[in-house]
């Protein structure tokens, strides 16, 4: 059958052929090889992403407490806080006064709600100074943002007395 066929007509009959036992190669397995491969890069970029994840984690909880530490525990009731700012005092022992405690102020913009306490006291300069060193150190419910000493007179003594007045702000996220 081949030998009545010219040569120039069995080269392109092999071509033909060739063509397509490379078409059928290609999709029977070299293709599937292929798709193998890009498979095996893209699950090694996942393990990879996997891998770094549990670093990742671990220093997303450092950020977390560290920014704890500078902005004062997420609470989630500001009551909570005023509390406890009235509990440390109880606890801190010094020989200063409690004046005032006032009501809570909110702030809000798009991202944080933040509420800030203002405690007074009162009491000699030392002493006062020890007892915001104290809430400094210990007080990790809020940030003491401002510190002010002012003095008045007593109108029916006559005498100057030191206040000092203690700002306090805590922040919540919004979610």
Known sequence: MFENLSYKKKFFALLALMVV??????????????????????????????????????NLIAEV???DKLIGKEVANPDIVQQEILNTFNG???DTQLV???????????YFNIYTNRLILTGSYGELLNTTYDYEKMFDFSRVVSLKFYIEKEPRTRRKKL??????????KIR
């Open 100 to 110: 005032k405690l006032e009501a809570i102020h909110k702030a809000s913009d798009e």
């Open 163 to 172: 206040f000092e007045q203690i700002i306090f702000q805590n922040y919540e």
């Open 21 to 58: 036992l490379g078409i059928t190669a290609y999709k029977r397995s070299f293709s599937m090889t292929l798709d193998a491969a890009q498979l095996l890069e893209e699950s090694k970029m996942k393990l990879e992403k996997v891998s770094n994840s549990q670093q990742r984690i671990t």
């Open 92 to 94: 801190i022992n010094r």
């Open 65 to 67: 407490s560290y920014l």
